[in-house]
Nanobody, 123 residues
């Protein structure tokens, strides 16, 4: 299983970024895909989750209404559209895969991880 995340960068507060995660080596219809983030000195926290069919979506309260997760099964890709970014969104963002259609929010529930992509929001 390989997860390749990309799309991070530096943006001013109020701006937008779109992260992508390309997955390979998994049976997509059986998996939940999620995004987590980890700021320096902090624990890794859940951001958003989606099943490959797209019928289950979950968001952390801190990003509801600003972030949107989507999947493209034809491209084996999960995206995270991040709007109205704030300095507190600064973190390394990771995509993760879970062999279940139950969208858990704890990092321990995910066996597969991408390498992370840095998102920095300046004030």
């Amino acid at each position: 299983v390989q997860l390749q995340a990309s799309g991070g960068g530096l943006v001013q507060a109020g701006g937008s970024l779109r992260l992508s995660c390309v997955a390979s080596g998994i049976t997509f219809s059986r998996y939940t895909m999620s995004w987590f983030r980890q700021a320096p000195g902090q624990e890794r926290e859940f951001v958003a989750a989606i099943t490959w069919s797209g019928d289950t979506l979950r968001y952390a309260d801190s990003v509801k209404g600003r972030f949107s997760i989507s999947s493209d099964s034809a491209k084996n890709t999960v995206a995270l559209q991040m709007n109205s970014l704030q300095p507190e969104d600064t973190a390394v963002y990771y995509c993760a895969a879970r062999n279940s259609l139950v969208a858990r929010t704890t990092p321990q529930s995910y066996a597969y991880w991408g390498q992370g992509t840095q998102v920095t929001v300046s004030s």
